[in-house]
């Protein structure tokens, strides 16, 4: 992370703290060795960027962006247009056409387009913008940047350069949440950033909100406050509803549980997801545990629909039920 990266107090640490050059990206090295390459080189071709959120891709093509044009001209060479903005055909066949045609006086001789969360543009906008790609490659690139490749058409995939940003290990997110730690003066315990890196879950960008969100809140980010801001159930409470669903009545289960997520305002998507991981350690036939399974994803697919939590719950505690039943009757 660079050191001259300190602007205003009021911005969002993730913008504050963001890489402004191709060295200060903290992972992918086999994909930045490649780009400073065909930089050097001046070759670079089409991109397109693929992979979770939060792990680096749009820091990367700025930091292209901040390596190719002094800060002059860097707005009239760059088109950038994100989710927040009407990707359908007109915008295609208007803002990037218009863009595309003009040729550019500065720089290093080709204007960037990017197309941010490319995956949400429509099917007949993708058609239209493969067309543009080929005819104005001699004076624009275009970087497309998407979580999910299967959204993109294979028409606009074969005329980019493909790279795959894969979600962040431990080691690479460690110094850098380090530096913001440092730069911030905040009292952080070791505790607090093993739960940081772990609800992170690979994403940078949900790192650092999350550290930002729990320091406002309290004089300590230690795991028991990171658990408390991002409202995901800690350790000891998944532990407490296993042994209520694997021992307790019905009723008494029902109680307990509810309870736990009044009283600490978990979801029980995020208990089901944590639940999930565990359940393989259970002392149960392949053939139970299989059953659990496929109930629990069925719960989880009702709760992204908007199916009630408390319906859902019942659901999960009576699948438990079912398999000491049959756990009971093998025996």
Known sequence: MSDQTVPSINLPWVEKYRPNKLEDLISHEEIINTIKKF???????HL????PPGTGKTSTILSIAKQLYSPAHIKSMVLELNAS??????VVRQRILDFAGLRSVFGSGFKLIILDEADAMTSDAQNALRRIVEKYTENVRFCLICNYLSKIIPALQSRCTRFRFGPLSKSQILPRLNYVIEQEKLNVTDDGRKALIKLGNGDMRKVI????STSMAHDVVDEDNVYIC???PKKEDIRM???SLVNDSFDECYRKVSHLQRSRGIALQDVITQLHLLVHKFDLT????????????????QLSFGGLEKIQLQALIGSFQE???CRVAAN
Not at 286 to 301: A, R
């Open 48 to 51: 397109l960027l693929y992979g």
């Open 209 to 212: 909100n999350l550290l930002q």
């Open 39 to 45: 930089l050097k080189e001046g070759r670079l071709p």
């Open 286 to 301: 392949n053939n139970i545990k299989i059953n659990i399974l496929e109930k629990m994803s069925n719960i989880e697919y």
């Open 323 to 325: 398999a000491r039943d």
């Open 241 to 243: 509803v296993i042994e």
């Open 230 to 232: 991002c409202g995901q």
């Open 85 to 90: 903005d009407e990707r359908g055909i007109d």
